[in-house]
Structure formats: C-alpha cells, structure tokens
C-alpha cells in the first residue's frame, strides 16, 4: 500500500512569488491535514480537509490556502512568499476525520526555501 | 483545549542506555496519545498509540510509553539505545472531537558510541 505522497519534495522560491505543494494520501484516506515544521517554531497545524471540506485551520495569515479534490488529493498554495516561509511543509492523511484516536500518516515533505 | 510538553528539547545517551523521553500532555477528557519519530530529511513515522486499551503501549523499533493518569505523562523508553534511534521524537495529542493532532516540540535523541 503506497504511503503518504508529497511533490516536489525540494524547491527555491523567489519572495513575493507564490508556490502550489500537493500531496497524494494513502489510498482511502479520506481526511489530509498539512503542517508546518521550522527549527523555531517545531510542527505548526495549517489546516485539516476531509471530503474537500475545510474542517479545522491553524493560525497561519490568509497567504496560505488550500483544497481537496474528490479523489482525496491535496494541495496547499502560499501566496506572496516571504523569507520567514522557508520550512518543511508535511502532509498528513488519516482515514476519518472528527475521531479521537484516528492516526495520521506522514508524508516525506515538501522542503521550501525563499530566497 | 488539549495540549502537549516535551521536557527536554535534546537527551544525550550512550549506545545500550535506557532512552527516556518525557511527555505531560494536558486534556480535559481522555486523550488519545501518540509518539512519532522523524529521521532526518524524512516525515514522521509513527511509533505508538495509547487508545485506552492498556497503559503500557508497546511501538516499533523495541520503544514503549506508558500512560500515567495521574501524573498526566506518556513517557516513552526504551530499554537499550542503538545509534539508529538517534532522531528527533514527537509527542502528540488528539484534541477533543477530532480535526487536527496537537503535536509537541519535539526532542532530539543523540546516541553516543
């Protein structure tokens, strides 16, 4: 069974241009979830989809955004890049949403850097 | 709302030592409790889960956590470390009617020869 799929895994970025991540989950998972991780900051929740529904947000600026596709598939967009954007950005996809317990499984990444 | 702390941002041990990792986890119902690993330049792979099943949660790679209500811990150990667990551990919490996991800060393992 194929895990978690994240493309690209290593891209460079301009400031002020914007960038599309997306990230395959494992086959009938249904909910995908991304996170930011920095060396300062550790693992930051950015937002939860599940059925191409926003089901919970992070406290991240309007820059960042995302969707689901039917087929269960992501993608997160940040828009006007900033320096401060440089990190590893990890999906998550878990079969259900709004159960305690339910285990997510990790992607390899995405690595951003803005130049 | 639900919330994690890892004591300790880097532990030190020497190859064939006990690893302890500790984890407080704050929840004002049972939680649902997790310890996930990250390789470098690699995601997270899950070590264990406590589902309330049983306090003592055994993982993958020879590591176990034990849940302690009282104490609101989830301490993970290990009973000889190897160089290969030398990697970054995160400890994690389900919040209350699901979404999103809250995930800790993260400790990082050095094994030493």
């Known amino acids: 069974k194929a895990g978690v799929t994240q493309t690209p895994r290593y891209l460079i970025k301009t400031r002020g241009q914007q960038v599309t991540l997306s990230c395959s989950p494992i086959?009938?998972?249904?909910?995908v979830s991304w996170y930011q991780q920095t060396p300062g900051q550790g693992l930051q929740f950015l937002f939860e989809?599940?059925?191409?529904?926003?089901?919970n947000k992070g406290n991240f600026p309007g820059r960042f955004s995302g969707r689901q596709f039917s087929n269960s598939r992501s993608e997160m967009n940040v828009s006007t890049l900033e320096l401060g954007d440089s990190a590893l950005y990890l999906c998550?996809?878990?079969?259900?949403?709004?159960?305690?317990?339910?285990?997510?499984?990790f992607g390899e990444g995405s690595w951003l850097t803005v130049v | 709302a639900q919330s994690v702390t890892q004591l300790g941002s880097h532990v030190s041990v020497s190859e064939g030592a006990l690893v302890l990792l500790r984890c407080n986890y704050s929840?004002?119902?049972?939680?649902?409790l997790f310890w996930y690993v990250q390789y470098p330049n690699q995601g997270l792979q899950l070590l264990l889960k406590?589902?309330?099943?049983?306090?003592l949660v055994k993982g993958i790679n020879g590591f176990e956590a034990e849940f302690k209500k009282s104490e609101t811990s989830f301490h993970l150990t290990k009973p000889s470390a190897h160089m290969s667990d030398a990697a970054e551990y995160f400890c994690?919490?389900?919040?209350?009617?699901?979404?999103?996991?809250?995930f800790g800060a993260g400790t990082r393992l050095f094994v030493k020869a």
């Open positions: 998550a996809s878990s079969f259900n949403s709004g159960q305690q317990g339910n285990t997510i499984y």
């Open positions: 086959s009938g998972h249904r909910s």
């Open positions: 989809y599940f059925s191409e529904t926003q089901r």
């Open positions: 929840s004002s119902v049972p939680p649902y």
């Open positions: 406590y589902t309330s099943a049983a306090t």
């Open positions: 994690a919490v389900s919040e209350t009617g699901g979404f999103k996991t809250i």
